[in-house]
């Protein structure tokens, strides 16, 4: 009996030294090991033993975007699934829905998050503004008002944004893939 009181307290010892797990990291791990992202998205983690903060780049292959490569940090609470990952666009470009501050408007990341959506799920959100951005719902309402009004100049000052162009006297930062 005292043998099994002192196993217990030597065990005891050992478990404090484990870090403890959170159900977010669980999450994280469950919903990375599912991931099947396609060849337009790349994931990094500038801190290996860190999953919950990454950065995901998207370099479409289509629509105004196209040919870009445009980085976005992800920061996941240990609350995960119940909060959204905080998720920032790290490059100044010119988009109805991402601020220059990199603040981003996709409804999933607000008011429309339940825990049953995934990392996958805000991944191809942010790929889906990339591919169509939504004029009816701005952060950068000059940028919104001229998709709205004119889809011509909107594309010419999305193609100039792009390559390190200035657009409205606000400069933007050069994401094109070197090729």
């Known amino acids: 009996m005292i043998k099994i009181w002192s196993m217990k307290k030597e065990n005891a010892g050992v478990d404090k030294k484990k870090p403890k797990v959170s159900a977010g990291q669980i999450r994280v791990q469950k919903d990375l090991g599912e991931l099947d992202l396609p060849k337009t998205m790349k ?13 995901l780049e998207i370099s479409p292959d289509e629509g105004f975007y196209a040919g870009g490569t445009f980085k976005f940090s992800f920061a996941v609470n240990g609350n995960y699934p119940h909060d959204a ?4 666009c790290l490059q100044k470009i ?13 409804n999933i ?33 000059e940028a919104a008002e001229d998709l709205r009004s004119n889809r011509r100049n909107f594309e010419s000052n999305v193609h100039k944004s792009i390559r390190g162009g200035s657009v409205n006297g606000v400069q933007y930062d050069n994401v094109m893939t070197k090729k």
């Open 94 to 106: 010119y988009h109805p829905n991402i601020q220059a501050d990199g603040k981003i408007c996709l």
């Open 85 to 88: 990952p905080s998720v920032k």
């Open 109 to 141: 990341l607000r008011e429309d998050w339940k825990p049953v959506l995934t990392l996958n799920s805000v991944m191809v959100g942010l790929q889906y503004l990339l591919l169509e951005p939504n004029a009816d719902d701005p952060l950068n309402k």
């Open 43 to 55: 994931m990094t983690f500038p801190v290996p033993e860190d999953l919950l903060n990454f950065e």
